[in-house]
């Protein structure tokens, strides 16, 4: 089936500086989504791509699909205390009617910031 | 506005008793909703997904089963709970056609602790 590679899976970095994180795959994406998940709450949606080759920006944030569209990036500049959390990357399957909107998930990058 | 509750918070449950789990969405009609379980903070496995009123697929074989009573209700049960069925459960819903049919705005989640 299909599947997500995220990488790094984990990151410590310094306030301030600025963080890349990507995710590939063997198999074509229509649509990639990068999501947030703080502890024990529920995933938020962050950015949304559906055209190969788009940049989009939100905030300090910058994600783009590949022009291959078979990864996607997200660049966070300036890091802050409040970026920690879990960064989960997230493509539209390619199933047909009902499983159509179902998205495949990368398994994270655990974000940690030294304040 | 759309949102998204799931309940309870947090649930502590002896092997072997059951579970009801209950998600539902406010401000939107006949979306897609999902079932989700999240092991050790990563990685977010998908369990059933609904398109409609008692249109259930499963995704995985579990001892789970999930119900759609309404069309903005949706319910995860067990018979009997394993030690195995704990994890951090989440439910997330998407619009059916139109708009952004991919995005999937996911509720708080329930965390579940089988003893």
């Known amino acids: 089936g299909q599947q997500l590679n995220q990488s790094p899976q984990s990151m410590f970095i310094q306030e301030g500086e600025d963080v890349s994180m990507n995710c590939t795959s063997s198999s074509i994406f229509n649509t990639w989504l990068w999501y947030k998940q703080d502890p024990g709450e529920g995933p938020v949606l962050l950015i949304a791509?559906?055209?190969?080759?788009e940049l989009t920006s939100n905030g300090r944030l910058t994600a783009q699909f590949g022009i291959t569209r078979k990864d996607s990036f997200l660049n966070i500049s300036a890091s802050i205390p409040s970026d920690v959390g879990i960064y989960f990357c997230?493509?539209?399957?390619?199933?047909?009617?009902?499983?159509?909107?179902?998205?495949?998930f990368g398994k994270g990058t655990k974000l940690s910031v030294k304040p | 506005s759309q949102t998204i509750h799931q309940w309870p918070a947090t649930l502590v449950q002896p092997v072997g008793s059951p579970l009801s789990l209950e998600c539902t969405v406010e401000?939107?009609?006949?979306?897609?909703l999902y079932w989700y379980r999240q092991a050790a903070g990563r990685g977010l496995q998908l369990l059933f997904y609904s398109v409609g009123i008692g249109q259930i697929s499963s995704e995985v074989p579990q001892n789970l089963s999930a119900s759609r009573p309404q069309d903005r209700q949706f319910i995860l049960s067990s018979k009997k709970l394993l030690l195995s069925d704990s994890g951090f459960y989440l439910c997330?819903?998407?619009?059916?056609?139109?708009?952004?049919?991919?995005?999937?705005?996911f509720g708080p989640g329930t965390r579940l602790t089988v003893t």
């Open positions: 997330a819903w998407n619009p059916p056609t139109g708009g952004s049919p991919y995005e999937q705005y």
């Open positions: 791509l559906y055209k190969a080759g």
């Open positions: 997230a493509g539209q399957g390619r199933g047909e009617g009902g499983s159509q909107g179902n998205l495949i």
């Open positions: 401000g939107t009609s006949n979306p897609n």
